[in-house]
């Protein structure tokens, strides 16, 4: 495995590779990022996996200087993994000079996750087509967990003709349904504990739209005053239209359940998918 921290040098050693898959990560590799390598294995003949906190998409009062930074362990991982390259751009690479062109993502990003991050997706949109362009991926994957982020990516992806295809990865989950994130190192072990609530929050929703409800906006409020009773601070549980996230009318029937909860100090997200695909 190579790990590379120069973009001709990347471009030196994958223009001969034939396809290159992409997984995108911050780092802190768990579980569920190597399960996205393994599909980026089974779609590409050579891997990338990128490595780079992106403080475009961090808000100032966020955890940007506390996320977690295991740069050793995760080359170990990926290396475990058969990955062939680690794109581990610096700062400086990345940023040279202040960025002032930015992916403006359509008035979806600003709903949900972009309600309460104001400029989020601009961050991400921005990083995935810089990491895109330094790494020319045929295959690019990201993780159904962070499901608004892989709805703009594959917008951004098809109004800008980007010839890169989008591969969804399911979310991996610990054994008690909580959906791994780097963020869930922040709980204590009580929060730990409590941590899986929103997961079965969402499926009692799940459940509800199942069994005939179709009152999303009740079925939102009635989760979120679950969570509120547990000692959460939610921001959101909403019903979407699993396509493009916009309210669901009566008759649409591929939809997706997303939330987002403050337990303690951390924030965590997740989502459901619900009915038809
Ligand atoms: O999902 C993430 O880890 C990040 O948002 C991404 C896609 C690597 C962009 O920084």
């Given amino acids: 495995m190579d790990i590379v921290h120069d973009i001709a040098i990347l471009r030196r050693l994958t223009a001969p590779a034939g396809t290159v898959g992409l997984v ?32 475009l998409q961090f808000a100032p009062h966020e955890d940007f200087d506390r996320y977690p930074r295991t740069f050793e362990a995760d080359c170990a991982k990926l290396a475990a993994e058969g990955v062939d390259i680690v794109f581990a751009p610096d700062e400086r690479l990345l940023y040279p000079e202040p960025q002032q062109y930015i992916v403006q993502p359509p ?9 309460f ?9 921005t990083v995935v087509l ?17 499901y608004q ?40 072990a ?31 409020e009635s989760a979120l005053r679950e969570l509120t009773k547990a000692g959460w601070k939610p921001d959101y549980v909403e019903v979407r239209r699993r396509a493009d996230l916009a309210e669901p009318q009566e008759t649409d029937n591929s939809l997706v359940v997303l939330a987002a909860a ?8 997740d989502n459901l998918e619900v009915g038809k695909t």
Avoid: W
Avoid at 27 to 41: E, I, Q, R
Avoid at 134 to 144: H, R
Avoid at 156 to 170: H, T
């Fill in 107 to 115: 008035p979806m990003a600003n709903e949900l996750e972009g309600r």
């Fill in 24 to 55: 995108p990560t911050m780092g802190n590799l768990h579980a569920g990022h190597l399960a996205l390598v393994g599909l980026a294995k089974r779609r590409a003949k050579h891997v990338v996996t990128s490595i780079f906190v992106n403080r």
């Fill in 149 to 188: 982020q892989l709805l703009v990516v594959r917008g951004m992806v098809r109004q800008f003709d980007l010839p890169i295809e989008i591969v969804a990865g399911e979310t991996t989950r610990e054994a008690d349904g909580l959906a791994m994130s780097s963020r869930n190192n922040y709980l204590s």
């Fill in 190 to 220: 009580a929060e730990r504990a409590e941590a899986p609530r929103l997961q079965r929050t969402l499926r009692e929703v799940g459940a509800r739209i199942a069994a005939g409800e179709r009152d999303y906006s009740a079925l939102g």
């Fill in 117 to 125: 991050r104001p400029g989020f997706f601009n961050g991400v949109a």
């Fill in 262 to 269: 403050r337990l303690g100090a951390t924030r965590l997200i």
């Fill in 130 to 146: 810089k990491l895109f362009n330094c790494v020319q991926p045929a295959v690019a994957v990201f993780g159904k967990k962070d």
